[in-house]
Every structure is written in C-alpha cells, then in structure tokens.
C-alpha cells in the first residue's frame, strides 16, 4: 500500500478534483491502519518483561475459555434438568418414520474431521455463464455517435459463446485484514485478474479500507459482478461513458456514519490506466472519486437507496478505434434505487426500481484539435418477481450528445445530432438462488442502423453460499 | 492533525443524534432472540430487531436501515447454524464495525449453545438448503430458551461489566418463570404427544422433540425447494395410507401447499406463528408458545 507517493503537494491534479474531504478520510484512515496493524508487531520477546506479559494474556485467554465451558456445562446442565422435569414428555429420535420421497434422508452423522492441511483454505466461488446472441446488425461494426469506445466495451459476437468464467478466492487474512481474488476468464481461455484486494477489517469509528484492484464504488451498479447485474449487460449510460464500468488499481476509504439512518460516505484513487482515462505512467493516481450513500426503510414493505458519485479521469493518448484522446473526464452520477416486498418478504414476489443520471464534462485534444463536450445519459429500469423462481424486467436507457466544434464534426465526438437509445426487456427463471437462466430482448437506436437484438444466458453460482448485496 | 478534528467531529455527530443511550446496544436478527434480549438485558439494553415475525429469516435484503443499525450494535443476537447467511454476512461487513465481526465477542449466536439437530452426514447443494452446522430453527422448542437465557447473560455480563449483576439476576427470574410456564405448557399439550403430522417445511425439528411429534412427510422434496404439483400428488397417496392429524407450517411461509393438500386430504393446515409477531396473538415469548399449543391443540378437535 505505497500511497505515500499520491500525497506529493506539487501534484497538481490531485488537489485540483479532489475535494479536502476525501483526502482528510483517506489521511485519517491511513494513521488509524497504522495503529491497528502496528500493535502486533510489538509481540516480539524483547526482554524478560513482556515475555511475562504474553504469558499473562494467554492465562487470561485461557480463564476465559474455561468459564466458557463452564457456562455451556450448566446451560447443559440446565436443559437436561428442563427436560427431565415432565418424565412422561421424553424426546422422540429426530426423523422418526418420515417418509422421505426422492430424496436421501439427511441423517445425523458426526461432523467431518477436515484435514488441517485444508482447513484454513479459501472460500472459493466459481461462476460459469453461457450465451446465446442474435442480432440484426454485425456487431464489429457497432459504435455510437459522440461516444467514442474502447475496443473491448464493444457489444458481444453472435451466436453461442461461453461467456466470462469467474473464480473467486476469499477469506480473512488475519484479524485486521481480508482479502479477495477474483480471476475471470474470457470465452477465449485468456485469464485476468478482475478484482484482487485487501480490505480491513479491524478499523474504529466506521472506517474501511482497502486497497487493491476492485471495481469503484461510484453509482449503483458499477461495483456489481457481472453475475450481478440484474439483465445481461450494463444499461446504455454505462456502456457509454465507463465502457461498461470502472474498476483500477488504487486505494478507497469509506466512512459510515454512526446515524440512526444509513449515510456513508467514501473517497478512492486509481492508477487511472482504464477508460475513460488511459495511459497513465507518472508517480501520482490519475483517476480520483467520491462517493455518497444514504437510504432508509419507507415502512415494513419498502426501502431506498441514493447515492452522488463524481470519478474525474484523466487520459494521455488514450485510443478508440483510430483516434486519439489526451485530456479530463469528469463524470458525476445520481442514483435513486426503490425496493418492494410485501411484508418485506421477497421470497415470493418484490420489485426493484432503479435508475441514474450520468452528468460528463469532457475537455482536451481529440486527434489534436481542442475538443469540449458536455454530454449526459440516463436509464430506468425495474425488475419484478411476480411469483416464486420467474422475474419480468424492463429497461429504457438514452444518450445526449454534444455538437464538437466545427474541425471534429463527422468525427467520432460527433453525435450527428441524434438522441440514441435502447429499450430492454427480460424473462427469467430462477433453478435456485444459485442458478438463473433469462431471455433478453433489446430494440437498441444507438447507431445510425437500428439493432434488434435476442439474447438467451444461464448463470450459475457454486461454492460458499454468498451473501447478498441491496 | 487531522485525526482529532475527525474523531471530535464523529463525537459531536454521535451525541447530537444517539442521545442517552442504554449501556448495550443489541442488534437482534430475529424477534424471539430481541424479547429474550429484553427478558435478560431490561432497560439496561436497548434492543433491535431485524426482521418481523412475516419474514423468511433466510431471505432478508441488506437493506441501508440493517447497515447503520448494525454500525451502532455492541452485540449481535443472530440464530447462527447459518441462517442468516445470505444476508448477516454483507451487513455485517458493510457496518464497519469491529465490535460485531466475525471471531469477536460480540457475536451471540444462540445456536452454539445447543445441540442441534438434523446435521447432514454429506454437504452439497444437490440436496437442497441444507445447513451445514444442523437445523438452526431452534426456538421452536422452548426449553432451548434456557442455555440460551444463560449464556446470554454470561455473554452480557462480559461485554457490559458494570451490570453484570443485573443480567443475572434478570436471568434467574427468567429462568423460575419459564420453568413455571414450560411445566404449564407441557401438560397443555399433552393431547399433542405421539400425534403423526406433515410440515411444509422443515423447520419444526425442535417442536416435534418437545411434543414429541411423529414427522410423516414434508410438503417440499428437499429444504428450501418449492413443491412441484407432482410431488404433491406423490404426498397426497402417502396420507392415503399413513394419515396424519394436522399439517403445519410456518407464519412467514406460502400457505398454498398446506392448504391444497390439508384441502385434499381432509386434514386441517395449521399456521403456526414461528416467532414473535407471526399471529397477532404470540406478542413476547410467552404468548408465542400459548398461542402455538392453542393452534395445533384447536386442530386437533
């Protein structure tokens, strides 16, 4: 975690995105860390005297350990003299004479005895997904108008693909720290690393940070694993200006507040190699942001949840398709998220209604001609389980572009003065919580030709059982 | 430099919006350990509870309110046996809150102190939500409230000090009360020994060893696996020859498959309350298991 290179004062574009805020967060968080992690170290035996002081901590640990069991003997104790009390009401064996139908009877067994060489291994997770897709236009050819791409933002190849495989390997590194890895594999075999960061765990006064390559916090739905996303790709404001979503090397700090309602609060900084930045190669992070979240129950049915995210980026001959792009990005993001579930039961049925507005001022060279561009973007969507395992979907995304001055215009920046969007809608069958199979349909205007596009996918989780994110 | 500044800002923000405080702040997951939170804690603790008695407490959404509840939280009083483990787990982490984090004391979690039931001889997902450490529905049967009382109040003591007196002798009136009520409802459902029933779900392990109930069949083919019609018809020819008196189910549960098959086989469907808030007549510990005994004894004529 060298961090300490960031905080140089004559690096101008530190000081000049980033609010004081995040920077007094990320200090504070990074003196406190230094606390928690220091303590352990003083543990050597130095002398005579804190040998003597480790061997009182153990005598305290293990005093406590014995009245521990000693609780759980009279609390045994307890239940076997509550059990005796009526003789006539004995226990009847656990399972007995259930008819069990195509199943195997979970009978009581011991407990496994794990080998030690595995006891202390990861939770490992793996994600497999499969894809089907059919479109009316060829996708190499695909581009939006004002909204240069990267190369690999680009839409998915027709017809059946295996799509990206996930590995995940996480657990707690020590009582300070944990840590997470996850390796994706593209269709093609070729392995990435997508996220892969340490997180504490042990900090006071709400603090959190980590530290790492991990997907940024900023929006709803940017820091969500594709297996996560709630249809098969991003929505359009997504695709568009963070070619998907944003995730970097860097550090991030999050502050909760101690409220009676949800309010946090978080800063982060990034190598900022990743669209839209790019070409990163100096001492200080390129890419900075700042993130708020709040949100409340309405009652026992319903809950929110709103955010402000703004991620500045910036790019040195960053390229898309043939053109070049050196200059500042900044991107601010609304979000407002609405959840239903009558009774605050969503096994059944429950909704989500989401949506964002994307705000992006972008200013530099494009192809070496001063370019400016205030462009903005919003999508809506909701998803509602209307019974057990089947979910209905529907999204609406849209794009406004901006008019470059005369020397870009039919350039790539040029939006040609068209509004593009998309409108999606899912079906989806739920196996388990851990298996999914959907059918997409999305009637896309983004380009000059509009795109009809047909989309089958399964996703399936195996491993530990996850918990799950609002 | 900036850390004082920070920390004194939090303290301001704290007391201006916390106010006088009880000694323990209690995050409870589910209501039936909030009540026996108050039974040992009084007003030397203030209790909250995370879900209703309505709700599946496997399926709860980590909504933003359980996130700033579980920042504030001294202790954690959360069934365990993996219960709560799609949803405890990312409020958990996303409350910052050393206090609370797995491996520290102030993680209560009643199922340690009970010998669980129904472990799985082999793990794997093929055989449905199965958990792995046993049957975590363990407040079904009453006496269990009694290990818990006490290694909730051993647990209190340690974490809160100054009124390690109070949690004890709190939890011996509990314990001369419960005892009363337990030899109470024991001869109330006397009627109930040896009865055979289905359940929808099997999540009355606990009740059955208490009543000494015969489990016949379950309304669903593995845990957590809805019923298809199929499966149904298959439960509908065992209750042919094998009838049983009542079938039950919990509060929070779809009453659709009981209430087809109890319709079908002439047998009553029962809902049961579960916990605390399942029927509006189980208000605290007490009532839950009066109004439970009451349910399936009315059943029963």
């Known amino acids: 975690m060298s961090v300490g290179t960031h905080a140089e004062p004559n690096e101008q574009s530190m000081t000049r995105s980033r609010p004081p805020f995040g920077i007094a967060l990320m200090a504070a968080g990074l003196a406190l860390y230094g606390q928690a992690s220091a303590a352990p170290a003083k543990a050597a035996p130095a002398d005579f005297a804190t040998l003597q002081q480790q061997i009182n901590a153990l005598r305290g640990e293990y005093e406590a350990k014995i009245s521990e069991l000693e609780a759980r003997l009279k609390a045994a104790e307890a239940e076997v003299a509550a059990a005796q009390q009526d003789q006539t009401l004995a226990p009847v064996p656990e399972a007995n004479g259930e008819i069990i139908l195509a199943d195997t009877a979970s009978e009581p067994a011991p407990a496994a005895v794990m080998p030690s060489q595995n006891a202390m291994n990861p939770g490992v997770s793996v994600v497999l997904n499969g894809n089907y897709v059919a479109r009316s236009t060829d996708p190499s050819l695909a581009r939006i108008p004002g909204f240069p791409m990267p190369d690999d933002g680009g839409p998915e190849h027709r017809g059946l693909s295996l799509g990206e495989s996930e590995v995940t390997l996480g657990a707690n590194v020590d009582p300070y720290l944990s840590a997470a890895l996850t390796v994706s594999f593209d269709g093609s075999g070729s392995a990435s690393v997508e996220e892969g960061f340490i997180q504490t765990t042990d900090l006071p006064a709400g603090l959190t940070l980590k530290a790492g390559r991990f997907y940024s916090a900023i929006g709803y739905l940017n820091e969500r694993h594709g297996h996560n996303w709630s249809f098969i790709d991003m929505p359009l404001p997504y695709r568009a200006f963070l070619g998907g979503q944003y995730g970097d090397d860097g550090v991030q700090v999050r502050w909760l507040a101690p409220t009676p309602f949800f309010l946090e609060a978080g800063a982060e900084i990034f190598r900022g190699d990743r669209f839209p930045g790019g070409g990163a190669d100096k001492n200080r992070a390129e890419t900075q942001s700042v993130f708020f979240h709040t949100g409340s129950d309405i009652n026992d049915n319903s809950s929110w949840l709103g955010a402000l995210s703004y991620i500045h980026t910036v790019a040195h001959d960053r390229m898309t398709a043939m053109d070049t792009f050196s200059g500042d990005n900044g991107l601010g993001l609304a979000t407002l998220v609405y959840k239903w579930a009558p009774g605050g039961n969503p096994a059944q049925r429950n909704l989500t209604l989401s949506g964002e507005y994307f705000f992006d001022r972008q200013s530099g060279d494009f192809n070496s001609l001063s370019a400016s561009l205030n462009r903005t973007g919003w999508y809506a969507q909701g998803v509602y389980q209307f019974t057990n395992r089947w979910s209905l979907g529907l999204r609406y995304g849209a794009l406004s572009g901006d008019r470059p001055a005369r020397t870009l215009s039919r350039s790539a920046l040029d939006d040609l003065g068209r509004n593009p969007r998309a409108i999606t809608g899912l079906l989806e069958y739920d196996t388990s919580e851990f298996a999914r199979f959907r059918v997409q349909f999305s009637h896309d205007e983004t380009d000059l030709k509009a795109n009809d596009e047909l989309r089958f996918q399964y996703t399936v989780v195996y491993g530990p059982h996850g918990a799950h994110r609002y | ?301």
């Open chain 2, 1 to 301: 430099m900036i850390k004082p500044t920070l920390g004194a800002l939090a303290a301001a923000f704290v007391a201006a919006v916390a106010g006088p405080a009880a000694a323990l702040q209690v995050f409870a997951c589910e209501p039936e350990w909030g009540a026996l939170a108050r039974e040992i804690g009084g007003d030397k603790v203030s209790v909250y509870v995370a879900t209703t008695g309505v709700q599946d407490p496997h399926l709860i959404q980590a909504r933003p309110s359980l996130i700033s509840k579980a920042r504030t939280a001294d202790v954690t009083v959360c069934t365990g046996a993996e219960l709560e483990i799609g949803w405890l787990p990312m409020i958990v982490s996303q409350s910052a809150n050393k206090k609370i984090m797995p491996g520290a004391r102030g993680v209560f979690q009643p199922t340690d102190f009970v010998h669980l039931l129904e472990t799985p001889a082999s793990l794997d997902r093929s055989q449905g939500d199965i958990h792995a450490g046993g049957n975590p529905h363990i407040q079904s049967d009453p006496r269990n409230m009694i290990p818990v009382g006490k290694a909730m109040a051993d647990r209190f003591a340690e974490l809160d000090p100054t009124n390690a007196g109070v949690y004890h002798a709190r939890y011996t009136t509990f314990l001369g009360n419960w005892q009363a009520a337990l030899k109470r409802w024991q001869a109330e459902a006397a009627p109930l020994r040896g009865i055979p029933v289905a359940v929808q779900h099997r999540n009355w392990i606990y009740l059955e060893t208490w009543l000494g109930l015969r489990r016949v069949i379950a309304l669903e083919p593995k845990p957590g696996v809805p019923a298809s019609s199929g499966y149904l018809a298959q439960v509908l020819e065992v209750l042919k020859k094998t009838p049983v008196r009542m079938i039950i189910r919990a509060a929070y549960e779809d009453d659709r498959p009981s209430t087809f098959v109890g319709g079908r086989a002439g047998v009553p469907a029962v809902m049961l309350p579960y916990t605390i808030g399942g029927t509006d007549q189980a208000k605290d510990l007490y009532s839950l298991y009066d109004d439970t005994l009451s349910r399936m004894l009315k059943a029963l004529k």
